[in-house]
Nanobody
Framework: HVQLVESGGGVVQAGGSLRLSCTHSGYTSSRHCMGWFRQAPGKAREGIAGIRRDGDEYYADSVKGRFTISHDNAKNTGYLQMNDLNPNDTGMYYC????????????????????WGQGTQVTVS
C-alpha cells in the first residue's frame, strides 16, 4: 500500500522560508521520481518541482531560483526547500510519485504522477 505524507507547512511572513517534507512508504525510492504541486484557492493545481531517479531537477518558472527539491532514498523522504516566499506562494502543497517520468514529467504535469499525498497548507502573509 503506497502512502505519502507531507509535513512542514505553516504560516510564514513574506521573505521567509519553509521546508516541506514528504515521507513515503510502499514503493522503492530509487525506482521512482517525485514531484511537488500546489493549488491556490480558486486556481488549478500547478506543478512546481520534480526530481528524477537520476537526480535531475526541474522547476516551474514561478519558483525557479527560490525553491529546491531533493530526496533522501535512505530515509524514504523528499523535501522542498522554499526560500524568499511571497503571498503568491500561498496554497495547499502536495507531493506525488511516479515510476515513469515520461514527457509529462518535464512539464510537471499532474497526470504523470500516480501516487499522491493529502497535502500541507502554506500561507504567506
Amino acid at each position: 500500500h503506497v502512502q505519502l505524507v507531507e509535513s512542514g507547512g505553516g504560516v510564514v511572513q513574506a521573505g521567509g522560508s519553509l521546508r516541506l517534507s514528504c515521507t513515503h512508504s510502499g514503493y522503492t525510492s530509487s525506482r521512482h521520481c517525485m514531484g511537488w504541486f500546489r493549488q491556490a484557492p480558486g486556481k488549478a493545481r500547478e506543478g512546481i518541482a520534480g526530481i528524477r531517479r537520476d537526480g535531475d531537477e526541474y522547476y516551474a518558472d514561478s519558483v525557479k531560483g527560490r525553491f529546491t527539491i531533493s530526496h533522501d532514498n535512505a530515509k524514504n523522504t523528499g523535501y522542498l526547500q522554499m526560500n524568499d516566499l511571497n503571498p503568491n506562494d500561498t496554497g495547499m502543497y502536495y507531493c506525488a510519485a511516479t515510476r515513469a517520468w515520461r514527457n509529462g514529467g518535464y512539464r510537471l504535469e499532474s497526470g504523470t504522477f500516480n501516487y499522491w499525498g493529502q497535502g500541507t497548507q502554506v500561507t504567506v502573509s
